[in-house]
Protein backbone atom coordinates (compact mmCIF):
# COMPACT_ATOMS: atom_id res chain seq x y z
CA UNK A 1 0.00 0.00 0.00
CA UNK A 2 1.44 3.30 -0.86
CA UNK A 3 -0.15 6.39 0.57
CA UNK A 4 0.59 9.70 -1.79
CA UNK A 5 -0.22 13.33 -0.04
CA UNK A 6 -0.86 15.81 -2.52
CA UNK A 7 -0.78 19.55 -1.57
CA UNK A 8 -2.35 22.18 -3.29
CA UNK A 9 -0.63 26.00 -2.64
CA UNK A 10 -3.81 27.85 -3.52
CA UNK A 11 -5.74 29.73 -1.52
CA UNK A 12 -8.23 27.42 -0.01
CA UNK A 13 -6.49 24.47 -0.84
CA UNK A 14 -7.08 20.89 0.40
CA UNK A 15 -5.18 18.24 1.06
CA UNK A 16 -6.17 15.22 -0.58
CA UNK A 17 -5.13 11.72 0.79
CA UNK A 18 -4.89 9.43 -2.12
CA UNK A 19 -4.42 5.63 -1.99
CA UNK A 20 -2.49 3.52 -4.24
CA UNK A 21 -2.70 0.03 -4.47
CA UNK A 22 0.01 -1.95 -6.54
CA UNK A 23 -0.86 -5.47 -6.65
CA UNK A 24 1.15 -8.44 -8.31
CA UNK A 25 -1.03 -11.28 -8.12
CA UNK A 26 -5.20 -12.25 -8.45
CA UNK A 27 -6.83 -14.24 -5.66
CA UNK A 28 -9.48 -16.55 -6.14
CA UNK A 29 -11.34 -19.53 -4.49
CA UNK A 30 -12.66 -21.97 -6.59
CA UNK A 31 -15.12 -24.56 -5.58
CA UNK A 32 -14.47 -28.17 -6.65
CA UNK A 33 -16.51 -30.88 -6.41
CA UNK A 34 -14.63 -34.20 -5.96
CA UNK A 35 -15.84 -37.63 -7.47
CA UNK A 36 -12.39 -39.39 -5.65
CA UNK A 37 -13.61 -38.18 -2.63
CA UNK A 38 -17.15 -38.86 -2.47
CA UNK A 39 -18.19 -41.46 -0.21
CA UNK A 40 -15.43 -41.77 1.92
CA UNK A 41 -14.91 -43.41 5.19
CA UNK A 42 -14.86 -40.38 7.56
CA UNK A 43 -17.93 -38.78 5.84
CA UNK A 44 -15.38 -35.61 5.10
CA UNK A 45 -17.00 -33.35 2.73
CA UNK A 46 -16.37 -33.90 -0.95
CA UNK A 47 -16.78 -30.32 -2.23
CA UNK A 48 -13.67 -28.16 -1.48
CA UNK A 49 -12.54 -24.93 -1.76
CA UNK A 50 -8.55 -24.29 -3.64
CA UNK A 51 -7.50 -21.01 -3.21
CA UNK A 52 -5.46 -19.66 -6.50
CA UNK A 53 -2.75 -17.56 -6.59
CA UNK A 54 -1.97 -16.23 -9.95
CA UNK A 55 0.85 -12.96 -11.16
CA UNK A 56 -0.80 -10.23 -12.71
CA UNK A 57 0.67 -11.17 -16.11
CA UNK A 58 1.07 -14.54 -17.07
CA UNK A 59 3.49 -16.10 -19.48
CA UNK A 60 2.12 -19.62 -21.39
CA UNK A 61 3.15 -22.45 -19.41
CA UNK A 62 3.98 -21.00 -16.10
CA UNK A 63 4.61 -24.01 -13.18
CA UNK A 64 1.39 -25.49 -11.23
CA UNK A 65 2.96 -25.22 -7.92
CA UNK A 66 0.33 -26.94 -5.24
CA UNK A 67 0.82 -26.55 -1.40
CA UNK A 68 -0.31 -29.86 0.77
CA UNK A 69 -1.61 -28.03 4.04
CA UNK A 70 -3.91 -30.03 5.69
CA UNK A 71 -4.13 -28.85 9.08
CA UNK A 72 -5.59 -25.44 9.91
CA UNK A 73 -7.21 -24.68 6.76
CA UNK A 74 -8.91 -21.92 6.13
CA UNK A 75 -10.66 -20.20 3.35
CA UNK A 76 -9.06 -16.92 3.44
CA UNK A 77 -6.88 -15.32 0.73
CA UNK A 78 -5.03 -12.75 2.51
CA UNK A 79 -2.88 -14.58 4.72
CA UNK A 80 0.58 -15.42 6.21
CA UNK A 81 0.91 -17.52 3.14
CA UNK A 82 -0.61 -15.11 0.74
CA UNK A 83 1.71 -12.82 1.83
CA UNK A 84 4.79 -14.90 0.71
CA UNK A 85 3.54 -15.94 -2.70
CA UNK A 86 2.93 -11.72 -3.57
CA UNK A 87 6.71 -11.04 -2.55
CA UNK A 88 7.49 -13.71 -4.92
CA UNK A 89 5.67 -12.49 -7.56
CA UNK A 90 6.88 -8.75 -7.00
CA UNK A 91 10.27 -10.14 -7.41
CA UNK A 92 9.09 -11.73 -11.30
CA UNK A 93 7.72 -15.69 -10.28
CA UNK A 94 5.73 -16.64 -12.80
CA UNK A 95 3.47 -19.25 -11.88
CA UNK A 96 -0.08 -20.75 -10.74
CA UNK A 97 -0.11 -21.41 -7.00
CA UNK A 98 -2.37 -23.15 -5.35
CA UNK A 99 -3.23 -24.43 -1.87
CA UNK A 100 -6.39 -26.94 -1.66
CA UNK A 101 -8.51 -27.60 1.40
CA UNK A 102 -6.94 -31.28 2.20
CA UNK A 103 -8.81 -31.49 5.67
CA UNK A 104 -10.13 -34.75 7.65
CA UNK A 105 -11.98 -34.83 10.81
CA UNK A 106 -8.31 -36.18 12.29
CA UNK A 107 -7.27 -32.63 11.48
CA UNK A 108 -4.38 -33.59 9.69
CA UNK A 109 -3.85 -35.34 6.11
CA UNK A 110 -0.82 -37.80 4.95
CA UNK A 111 -2.37 -37.28 1.12
CA UNK A 112 -1.92 -41.02 0.03
CA UNK A 113 -5.25 -43.21 -0.76
CA UNK A 114 -6.83 -44.88 2.43
CA UNK A 115 -10.13 -46.59 2.91
CA UNK A 116 -10.12 -45.41 6.29
CA UNK A 117 -9.86 -41.68 5.27
CA UNK A 118 -10.61 -41.09 1.52
CA UNK A 119 -8.48 -40.89 -1.74
CA UNK A 120 -6.21 -37.63 -1.31
CA UNK A 121 -3.77 -38.90 -3.56
CA UNK A 122 -6.73 -39.63 -6.58
CA UNK A 123 -7.72 -35.97 -5.76
CA UNK A 124 -4.68 -34.83 -6.56
CA UNK A 125 -3.41 -36.54 -9.17
CA UNK A 126 -6.11 -37.49 -11.50
CA UNK A 127 -8.41 -34.52 -10.59
CA UNK A 128 -6.91 -30.84 -9.12
CA UNK A 129 -3.35 -31.44 -11.51
CA UNK A 130 -5.43 -32.17 -14.62
CA UNK A 131 -7.98 -29.63 -13.64
CA UNK A 132 -5.39 -26.87 -13.08
CA UNK A 133 -3.24 -27.54 -15.97
CA UNK A 134 -6.16 -27.19 -18.59
CA UNK A 135 -7.44 -24.39 -16.60
CA UNK A 136 -4.56 -22.81 -16.91
CA UNK A 137 -2.42 -24.29 -19.54
CA UNK A 138 0.40 -24.33 -17.33
CA UNK A 139 3.80 -25.61 -17.78
CA UNK A 140 5.72 -28.37 -15.32
CA UNK A 141 4.38 -29.40 -11.84
CA UNK A 142 5.42 -29.13 -8.62
CA UNK A 143 4.62 -29.93 -4.96
CA UNK A 144 5.63 -28.18 -1.75
CA UNK A 145 4.79 -28.90 1.65
CA UNK A 146 5.88 -28.68 5.60
CA UNK A 147 5.72 -31.51 7.77
CA UNK A 148 2.97 -33.88 6.65
CA UNK A 149 2.90 -31.97 3.32
CA UNK A 150 6.50 -32.57 2.98
CA UNK A 151 5.95 -36.21 3.35
CA UNK A 152 3.37 -36.03 0.75
CA UNK A 153 4.50 -33.89 -1.31
CA UNK A 154 8.24 -36.89 -1.70
CA UNK A 155 5.75 -39.63 -1.92
CA UNK A 156 3.31 -38.30 -4.69
CA UNK A 157 6.74 -37.35 -6.17
CA UNK A 158 7.93 -40.77 -6.58
CA UNK A 159 5.02 -42.44 -7.26
CA UNK A 160 3.96 -40.31 -9.81
CA UNK A 161 7.01 -39.14 -11.64
CA UNK A 162 4.81 -38.75 -14.73
CA UNK A 163 2.89 -36.12 -13.44
CA UNK A 164 4.97 -34.77 -10.73
CA UNK A 165 8.22 -32.93 -12.09
CA UNK A 166 9.84 -31.51 -9.12
CA UNK A 167 8.74 -31.51 -4.99
CA UNK A 168 10.09 -29.57 -2.22
CA UNK A 169 9.91 -31.42 1.59
CA UNK A 170 10.35 -29.07 3.94
CA UNK A 171 10.86 -30.74 7.72
CA UNK A 172 9.06 -33.98 6.15
CA UNK A 173 7.41 -37.01 8.08
CA UNK A 174 10.11 -39.50 7.49
CA UNK A 175 12.81 -41.82 10.05
CA UNK A 176 9.29 -42.69 11.78
CA UNK A 177 10.52 -44.10 14.92
CA UNK A 178 12.03 -40.70 15.87
CA UNK A 179 9.10 -39.13 14.77
CA UNK A 180 6.20 -41.01 16.44
CA UNK A 181 8.07 -42.48 19.49
CA UNK A 182 7.09 -39.96 22.11
CA UNK A 183 3.35 -39.76 20.49
CA UNK A 184 3.05 -43.35 21.12
CA UNK A 185 3.78 -43.54 24.67
CA UNK A 186 1.66 -40.77 25.12
CA UNK A 187 -1.35 -42.05 23.32
CA UNK A 188 -0.87 -45.41 24.76
CA UNK A 189 -1.03 -43.69 27.82
CA UNK A 190 -3.84 -42.20 27.41
CA UNK A 191 -5.14 -45.36 26.22
CA UNK A 192 -4.89 -46.80 29.82
CA UNK A 193 -7.37 -43.84 31.07
CA UNK A 194 -10.11 -44.14 28.57
CA UNK A 195 -10.03 -47.01 26.39
CA UNK A 196 -9.95 -46.85 22.62
CA UNK A 197 -13.98 -46.18 21.77
CA UNK A 198 -14.13 -43.16 24.01
CA UNK A 199 -11.05 -41.61 23.40
CA UNK A 200 -11.37 -41.23 19.57
CA UNK A 201 -14.43 -40.21 20.21
CA UNK A 202 -14.14 -37.10 21.96
CA UNK A 203 -11.54 -36.04 20.07
CA UNK A 204 -13.74 -36.57 17.22
CA UNK A 205 -16.30 -34.49 18.98
CA UNK A 206 -14.28 -31.21 19.00
CA UNK A 207 -11.10 -29.09 18.23
CA UNK A 208 -8.20 -30.91 19.89
CA UNK A 209 -5.97 -28.84 21.84
CA UNK A 210 -2.30 -29.06 20.97
CA UNK A 211 -1.09 -31.83 23.24
CA UNK A 212 -4.57 -34.01 22.39
CA UNK A 213 -3.54 -33.59 18.84
CA UNK A 214 -0.54 -36.12 19.97
CA UNK A 215 -3.00 -38.98 20.30
CA UNK A 216 -5.39 -37.42 16.95
CA UNK A 217 -1.91 -37.74 15.01
CA UNK A 218 -1.41 -41.25 15.96
CA UNK A 219 -4.94 -42.49 15.28
CA UNK A 220 -5.01 -40.41 11.43
CA UNK A 221 -1.82 -41.95 10.70
CA UNK A 222 -2.16 -45.57 11.45
CA UNK A 223 -5.67 -44.19 9.57
CA UNK A 224 -3.36 -43.81 6.75
CA UNK A 225 -1.14 -46.10 6.95
CA UNK A 226 -2.51 -49.45 8.66
CA UNK A 227 -5.84 -48.93 7.41
CA UNK A 228 -7.91 -51.82 8.13
CA UNK A 229 -12.12 -51.83 7.42
CA UNK A 230 -12.15 -55.07 9.63
CA UNK A 231 -11.27 -53.11 12.78
CA UNK A 232 -14.10 -51.14 14.54
CA UNK A 233 -11.98 -48.17 13.96
CA UNK A 234 -11.14 -48.78 10.74
CA UNK A 235 -7.31 -49.18 11.26
CA UNK A 236 -4.52 -51.18 13.40
CA UNK A 237 -2.43 -48.90 16.00
CA UNK A 238 1.20 -50.15 15.28
CA UNK A 239 1.43 -50.51 19.64
CA UNK A 240 -0.94 -52.95 21.58
CA UNK A 241 -3.08 -51.44 23.02
CA UNK A 242 -2.77 -53.43 26.74
CA UNK A 243 0.97 -53.65 26.66
CA UNK A 244 2.32 -50.85 24.55
CA UNK A 245 4.37 -53.39 22.61
CA UNK A 246 5.24 -52.56 19.00
CA UNK A 247 3.25 -55.04 16.68
CA UNK A 248 6.08 -56.02 14.28
CA UNK A 249 3.34 -56.79 11.72
CA UNK A 250 1.62 -53.24 11.76
CA UNK A 251 4.98 -51.39 12.19
CA UNK A 252 6.27 -53.15 8.75
CA UNK A 253 3.17 -51.43 7.27
CA UNK A 254 4.75 -47.83 8.40
CA UNK A 255 8.22 -48.23 7.96
CA UNK A 256 7.41 -49.56 4.25
CA UNK A 257 5.71 -45.73 3.52
CA UNK A 258 8.88 -44.25 5.63
CA UNK A 259 10.84 -41.91 3.12
CA UNK A 260 14.26 -42.80 4.47
CA UNK A 261 13.57 -46.40 4.65
CA UNK A 262 12.01 -46.36 1.06
CA UNK A 263 14.40 -43.54 -0.80
CA UNK A 264 16.72 -46.76 -1.30
CA UNK A 265 14.20 -48.04 -3.90
CA UNK A 266 13.47 -44.96 -5.48
CA UNK A 267 16.68 -43.86 -6.68
CA UNK A 268 16.10 -43.92 -10.28
CA UNK A 269 13.25 -42.23 -10.28
CA UNK A 270 14.44 -39.34 -8.37
CA UNK A 271 17.27 -38.90 -10.76
CA UNK A 272 14.89 -37.65 -13.29
CA UNK A 273 13.74 -35.05 -10.76
CA UNK A 274 14.18 -31.62 -12.55
CA UNK A 275 13.87 -30.10 -9.20
CA UNK A 276 13.98 -31.81 -5.17
CA UNK A 277 14.84 -29.83 -2.49
CA UNK A 278 14.56 -30.15 1.22
CA UNK A 279 15.43 -28.62 4.41
CA UNK A 280 14.71 -28.74 8.00
CA UNK A 281 15.06 -26.99 11.49
CA UNK A 282 18.43 -28.04 13.90
CA UNK A 283 16.09 -28.01 16.76
CA UNK A 284 12.64 -29.41 15.50
CA UNK A 285 10.54 -30.71 18.09
CA UNK A 286 9.75 -34.16 16.08
CA UNK A 287 13.50 -34.99 15.39
CA UNK A 288 12.81 -34.72 11.88
CA UNK A 289 16.16 -33.62 11.35
CA UNK A 290 17.26 -37.17 11.69
CA UNK A 291 14.84 -38.04 8.71
CA UNK A 292 15.63 -35.33 7.00
CA UNK A 293 19.63 -35.84 7.06
CA UNK A 294 18.98 -39.21 6.04
CA UNK A 295 17.12 -38.37 3.35
CA UNK A 296 20.36 -36.32 2.57
CA UNK A 297 22.98 -38.86 3.18
CA UNK A 298 20.96 -41.20 0.59
CA UNK A 299 20.03 -39.30 -1.85
CA UNK A 300 23.93 -37.56 -1.89
CA UNK A 301 25.44 -41.06 -2.24
CA UNK A 302 22.74 -42.43 -4.77
CA UNK A 303 24.20 -39.74 -7.30
CA UNK A 304 20.62 -37.89 -7.21
CA UNK A 305 21.28 -34.02 -7.47
CA UNK A 306 19.02 -31.83 -4.72
CA UNK A 307 19.11 -28.56 -2.77
CA UNK A 308 19.56 -29.49 1.20
CA UNK A 309 19.32 -26.52 3.89
CA UNK A 310 19.14 -26.94 7.67
CA UNK A 311 18.20 -23.68 9.58
CA UNK A 312 17.73 -22.40 13.00
CA UNK A 313 14.67 -23.59 14.32
CA UNK A 314 12.31 -25.73 15.19
CA UNK A 315 8.96 -27.32 13.68
CA UNK A 316 6.41 -24.16 13.93
CA UNK A 317 6.24 -20.83 12.29
CA UNK A 318 8.91 -21.41 9.08
CA UNK A 319 6.23 -20.49 6.46
CA UNK A 320 8.66 -17.96 5.17
CA UNK A 321 11.14 -21.18 4.11
CA UNK A 322 9.03 -20.89 1.06
CA UNK A 323 10.78 -18.09 0.35
CA UNK A 324 13.55 -19.87 -0.65
CA UNK A 325 11.97 -23.42 -1.29
CA UNK A 326 9.81 -22.00 -4.58
CA UNK A 327 11.40 -19.54 -6.41
CA UNK A 328 14.65 -22.56 -6.56
CA UNK A 329 11.32 -25.01 -8.00
CA UNK A 330 10.52 -22.18 -10.13
CA UNK A 331 14.41 -21.68 -11.55
CA UNK A 332 14.80 -25.47 -11.80
CA UNK A 333 11.66 -26.21 -13.52
CA UNK A 334 12.22 -23.46 -16.07
CA UNK A 335 16.36 -24.71 -16.96
CA UNK A 336 14.62 -28.04 -17.37
CA UNK A 337 11.97 -27.13 -19.82
Not at 235 to 255: R, S
Request: aromatic share 14%; proline share 4%.
Amino acid sequence: MVVGIFHFPEKDAQIYYVSITQTYMKTEIIEFESDALKNNYLGDDYRRQILVYTPDDMDDSCPLMIELAGTNWKPRLHNKFAGVVERLFSQGLKAVIINPNFSTKYNMNQYINSPAVGNYEDFIIKEIIPHFKERYSTGKTALFGKSSGGFGSYTLAVRHPDVINGFADHFGDSCFFYLYADDFAYTYNQLQKSGMKELLNRLLSKKPTDEEMRALNVFGSSAFYSPDLDSDYGFDLPFDIETGEILDEIWAKWKDLDPAKNVDLNLEILKKMDAIYIDVGDADEYHLYVGSRVLHRKLAAGGVKHHYEEFQGGHFGNSERYLVSIPFLYDMLRIRE
